[in-house]
């Protein structure tokens, strides 16, 4: 028999768990970790070189300077499998009031998300910046990391649960404190590895940044695994414990 009060923290660390794998989910999938505001778009000129970078970042080659460039200019969000800018519906791109703006969006392959990040965005020949290139293959690889150590803790404990045994609990609940650990690693690598790109690049006037709502969902996710890690491994020493008062006792 499971006491009550293990049976309602692992019902609970259940919960966190659930929630925890969602929202890391949903801000993996979305583009919005990081996005640029530049001001309206003014004179032939201007419009000419915004139309030219949009359809060098739609059609082009892969390149950091040239996407950069386009993020900053266009409203850009990026996020760790997507980035996207923002232009009118139409083809007219002079931004009336009344202008109906849309998110074009591009994504990552998994080739580009490994290309190399140099020390001079689009400069092939200044060398390799080893500092950003780790951060950015970090952050696309800790979360997939967390991801599957969730679904592996899911795993031993539904296989816990068809053998009615609480002894894997501290097993699981080791598995949720490092998923943790992985997702916040992410938001500190992405969060390290934009501060060291706007320090290589030249950010437009007017041109300002913020975090977007994925980056908080993933945020949000870290701290719900390492409490559903906390409430399993307590879980499992008070029931450990109590086993063996028991054990002792029958003993005696």
């Excluded at 950091?64 to 900053?72: C, I, P, R």
């Amino acid at each position: 028999m499971v006491d009550n009060r293990y049976a309602t923290a692992l019902v609970i660390s259940c919960v966190l768990s659930v929630l925890a794998t969602v929202y890391l989910s949903v801000a993996v999938g979305t583009q919005h970790w990081y996005q640029y505001s530049s001001p309206t778009v003014r004179g032939e000129a201007n419009v000419s070189e915004l139309r030219s970078l949009y359809e060098e970042f739609m059609d082009g080659e892969f390149d950091e300077k040239t996407y950069s460039d386009t993020l900053f200019r266009l409203n850009g969000t990026v996020g760790l499998w997507w980035r996207c800018v923002t232009v009118p519906e139409n083809a007219v791109w002079h931004r009336d009031p009344d202008t109906k703006m849309a998110l074009e969006c591009r994504s990552f392959s998994l080739p580009q998300q490994f290309t190399p990040k140099y020390k001079e965005p689009g400069n092939h020949n200044s060398g390799e910046d080893m500092l950003r290139t780790y951060l950015w293959r970090s952050q696309f690889l800790l979360p997939l990391v967390s991801l599957g150590l969730v679904v592996l803790a899911g795993l031993t404990g539904f296989c816990a649960c068809l053998c009615r045994s609480l002894a894997p609990t501290l097993g699981i609940g080791v598995l949720h404190l490092l998923a943790g650990l992985c997702t916040l690693a992410t938001v500190c690598c992405y969060l390290a590895g934009t501060d060291l790109l706007h320090r290589v690049s030249v950010l437009p006037d007017k041109v300002d940044g913020s975090l977007g709502w994925s980056l908080y969902l993933a945020l949000i996710s870290s701290p719900l695994h390492m409490m559903a890690a906390a409430l399993l491994v307590w879980a499992a020493r008070s029931h450990s414990q109590n086993y063996y008062r028991m054990t002792a006792y029958r003993v005696a």
